[in-house]
């Protein structure tokens, strides 16, 4: 079988990029736990601090080892406890330091072997706030005197960007998306109304406006995956998806939102800059967004262009583009199936 037009082969080369990307998806399946750990220290008197370290674990006896280490003038005026709380050991403290923690120096020892960021947050009795990102080349910190705005903004940004690009699920129905919308203005629309969508929803379950809970939630979004694949491999051009795909990303947007809001209320908020804090969050959601969108755009234009020189007849061509198309989508469905029974059976766990 020879195929002479261009549109053919572009839209050979889209699909072949998205079986090399779904041939990738059990590794994405068992990839690395990308929750930061999380230190809180809040001011209780003059010189004395309350302090809370979350480690990321997989289990009660999984955690990460990771260890704070204070300066020599720090001592402990109650020693730490420790809890296992929503796949995460929780120590709590308090520490004391004559004249204060400001311009003391804080190490997150073990931070620089792994693949870990720390978000740490130091909450003062005036009500400012200091919020730094920590990561393995930058594994410590010095309290400032005063904390600024541009901080926040950077350090929730880049959680918003890595959460994106964590969250295999939410890329995996961008992805749905583009593949129903193409990428023309209908692609626009479909993915301008998921943003504002899952904005909204982000915004009111932070605020504790509207909260639902999360296990479930967490399900369902595995399902608008399963619901936009089998859509797909349908190809029913009159399936709802395809007819309303506006009022379907918007429909699964809203349920998406309370998933990242979720995650950002592990992650902890600034309550002195709570709304900067929350909208640099959906400001690096939304990078992250577009950019894998980019990148996937640019990757099908540039395999487009490189699919001009294959020779007619060559064994490429011999393959049904339907069933490179239909594979692509079974990955998707298969793994999006094996999320949604993972989370049913966490009900019970």
């Known amino acids: ?35 930061p750990a999380y230190l809180e220290l809040s001011q209780t008197g003059e010189e004395s601090y309350d302090v809370i370290w979350k480690i990321p674990a997989k289990g009660p006896g999984q955690r990460l080892s990771l260890n704070l280490r204070f300066s020599k003038e720090i001592q402990y005026s109650s020693l730490p406890t420790t809890t ?17 923690l400001i311009g003391t120096e ?17 909450e003062r009795l005036d009500g400012t706030t200091q919020t730094t990102r920590l990561s393995p080349d930058k594994p410590s910190f010095v309290i400032q005197e005063t904390p600024g705005s541009w901080d926040v903004s950077k350090t929730y940004t880049i959680l918003g960007v890595q959460h994106i690009f964590g969250g295999i699920d939410h890329l995996l129905f961008v992805t749905c998306l583009l593949l129903v919308a193409g990428t023309g203005r209908k692609l626009l629309v ?35 995956v399963v619901f936009l694949a089998t859509e797909i491999a349908r190809g029913d051009k009159k399936g709802l998806t395809y007819r309303y795909p506006v009022a ?49 755009i640019f990757a099908f234009r540039i395999l487009t262009i490189s699919a001009k020189r294959i020779p007619r007849g060559s064994f490429q061509s011999a393959i049904s583009i339907k069933r490179a198309e239909l594979l692509a989508t079974y990955a998707i469905g298969a793994v999006a199936s094996f999320w949604l029974l993972q989370r049913v059976l966490g009900f019970w766990a």
């Open 106 to 122: 804080i190490y997150i020892e073990g931070l620089s072997r792994t693949m870990t960021d720390a978000l740490v947050r130091v």
């Open 248 to 296: 379907v990303s918007i429909s699964f947007g809203l349920l998406h939102g309370f998933g990242f809001a979720a995650v950002l209320n592990e992650i902890g908020l600034p309550q002195s800059d709570l709304p900067l804090a929350l909208l640099f969050f959906n400001v690096g959601v939304e990078v992250g967004q577009l950019l894998f969108i980019a990148i996937l």
């Open 1 to 35: 079988m020879e195929y002479s037009s261009i549109n053919t082969s572009s839209q050979w080369t889209g699909k072949l990029l998205l079986l090399s990307i779904f041939v990738l998806l059990p590794w994405f399946v068992g990839a690395h736990e990308s929750r």
């Open 190 to 224: 479909t993915i301008t109304g998921f943003t504002l969508a899952h904005s909204v929803t982000l915004a009111m379950a932070t605020l504790d406006i509207l909260r639902l809970p999360i296990p479930p939630v967490e399900a369902v979004i595995a399902l608008s």
């Open 84 to 100: 296992y709380i929503n796949a995460a050991h929780v120590e709590r403290s308090s520490i004391k330091r004559e004249g204060g």
